[in-house]
């Protein structure tokens, strides 16, 4: 059977992002996704995505370029034929104790997390709202929600995702067009490999399911959250945390 419904992700050449694309190309979506840096595995993933029968469209830049992500979903249009679900994964951090932050480490953070996600989105919505259909997922986090010591810029730009999110829903939700966040906790990523076992052991005994999440974790909420089976939820926060923001 043929796929007819197109999905646009950012960021998903490795860890969550390459999670959501393959389990998008499961369910049956053509795929469009960015990447900034390594173009191996940008092909590794393309490459997974189509023998789950998935046609890839794939381009690398940086999503705080409001021009290369407008340049983006045009191609990505063209491309897929329609924009149905558009996740905005794209994410860094730049972590340090707030006295110590420089401005250059709230700017890089706002821009990739925030304006790189605002930028995808009134782009894509400007299709959507002429398709009068669509879902919109953004990665928010679980620090977004409860806050964290050592992550102020990236804690802010998480919780702006979820204002974001909520505003953006209210607007469109009379064309059909849904818009929610995921607000991940603590996921097994390449961050995370770096990690002793000990340290994480100690971090999976802080969390009240007794261990980290998995990339298929969140990639099933956004699966679900781009499906028909939520087709009545917008403006909400899906936490895939564990209970960490219990």
């Keep these: 059977m043929e796929n007819i419904k197109g999905a646009i992700v950012t960021g998903g050449s490795r860890g969550i992002g390459k999670a959501i694309c393959i389990k998008l190309a499961e ?3 053509n795929i469009a996704f960015s990447y900034r840096s390594k173009d191996d595995e940008a092909a590794e993933v393309a490459k997974l995505c189509e023998e789950k029968g998935a046609k890839v469209y ?22 897929l034929g329609s924009i149905d679900v558009l996740v905005n994964n794209a994410g860094i951090t730049k972590d340090n104790l707030m006295l110590r932050l420089k401005d250059e480490d709230l700017d890089a ?39 964290n010591a050592g992550q102020v810029n990236y804690s802010a730009s998480k919780a702006a995702v979820i204002g974001m999110t909520k505003s953006l829903a209210r607007e469109v939700a009379r064309k ?21 076992d000990e340290t994480k052991k100690k971090i999976a005994e802080a969390i009240p399911l ?22 009545y939820i917008t403006g909400q926060v899906l936490s895939v945390d564990g209970g960490m923001a219990i």
């Design 109 to 147: 953070v706002l821009d990739v997390n925030l304006k790189g996600s605002f930028y995808m989105m009134r782009d894509v919505s400007k299709i959507m709202l002429k398709q009068k259909s669509g879902s919109i997922i953004n990665m928010s986090s679980v620090v977004g929600i409860m806050g």
């Design 210 to 231: 007794k261990e980290m999440g998995k990339p298929e974790d969140i990639a099933n909420a956004v699966a679900f959250l781009a499906s028909e089976n939520s087709r």
């Design 176 to 196: 059909n067009i849904r818009v929610n966040a995921i607000a991940p906790g603590m996921i097994e990523t390449d961050m995370t490999d770096v990690l002793s």
């Design 58 to 79: 794939t381009q690398k830049f940086d999503v705080s370029d409001s021009s290369a992500c407008n340049d983006f979903i045009t191609k990505s249009h063209e491309f």
């Design 27 to 29: 369910e049956g979506y």
